[in-house]
């Protein structure tokens, strides 16, 4: 069974499905790319928009279906599908894994798949056959919680599950420049200076396997309560990091929407076959 990779992934705006299903632009080229080199047998994702109040939920229905969580967009992107399967057999055996590891969990037949895991899988594995489990952030939660949570996923991996954290780097919607919207990555020179900071601040402390730093981020990244107003799109990417162990990162993808929304995304660990 080949081990799957950590994949960080900042969505950016929904907008990003239409780039697919039009363009495709750059993020979504980068991600099919990306995604033809694997044949995971699952996917789990946690995302910046499901949070649940003392427990982690898990979906737990056969077809999940998506939501279209979010307002005030074309029409065309309500009227695209992310049909995917569910994996109720693995959503039972990932709410064990988790109480086992002492964190409380549930799972959920209700819950669709929200657009943090629909739209940037549906660049990368358009076929909509792998089938998808999506788990809740806890509240509350630190970082290093959100660490402990990834490290309790991690061994999924070895079983060919490919782990997803969707969210975003610098996103602090208050502050976006409507005027360039690109999605191909704007110019440095419509990045604000705060946006760059943070960003350069965080790149060096994952790039380098600082733990330390970063679970500091709050009180020692530059400009991050600009960057981070709040911290559900931050947060999936310590789960990224705890599931990832030991292997270096690798950019995936860099680039910024509406001058301070951040692209960026990171892989860590490539598949490899088993030498057994």
């Known amino acids: 069974m080949p081990r799957m990779p950590v994949l960080f992934v900042s969505h950016g705006s929904p907008m990003l499905a239409l780039d697919a299903e039009w363009g495709p632009g750059e993020w979504s080229r980068v991600l099919l790319n990306w995604g033809s080199r694997f044949a995971p047998k699952a996917i789990v994702a ?29 029409p065309e992107l309500y009227r695209l599908d992310y049909p995917v399967p569910g994996d109720p057999g693995l959503g039972d055996r990932l709410v064990a894994r988790l109480r086992e590891a002492g964190l409380a969990s549930e799972p959920d037949a209700q819950r669709a798949l929200d657009h943090g895991v629909w739209v940037p899988l549906r660049a990368a594995f ?127 993808f860099e680039g910024w929407q509406h001058g301070s929304l951040s692209l960026r995304a990171w892989v860590w660990g490539e598949a490899r076959e088993d030498s057994a």
Request: net charge negative; proline share 10%; charged share 15%.
């Open 46 to 74: 946690i995302s910046a928009h499901w949070e649940s109040d003392g427990v982690i939920r898990v979906t737990a229905s056969p077809r999940p279906g998506i939501l279209h969580d979010f307002g005030g967009f074309p």
């Open 126 to 252: 358009p076929a909509a056959q792998v089938p998808v489990i999506q788990i809740s952030l806890p509240r509350p939660r630190t970082p290093a919680a959100l660490v402990r949570l990834g490290q309790a996923l991690a061994s999924l991996r070895e079983e060919g599950v490919l782990l997803m954290a969707s969210g975003g780097l610098v996103h602090n919607l208050a502050l976006l420049d409507w005027e360039h919207p690109d999605s191909q990555g704007v110019s440095q020179a419509h990045v604000p200076v705060w946006a760059q900071a943070f960003e350069a601040w965080m790149r060096t402390a994952v790039e380098d396997g600082d733990l330390e730093a970063l679970l500091a981020a709050s009180r020692q990244a530059p400009s991050y309560h600009l960057a981070v107003p709040t911290s559900e799109h931050l947060d999936p990417l310590y789960v990224a990091i705890g599931a990832a162990g030991d292997d270096p990162p690798l950019t995936l």
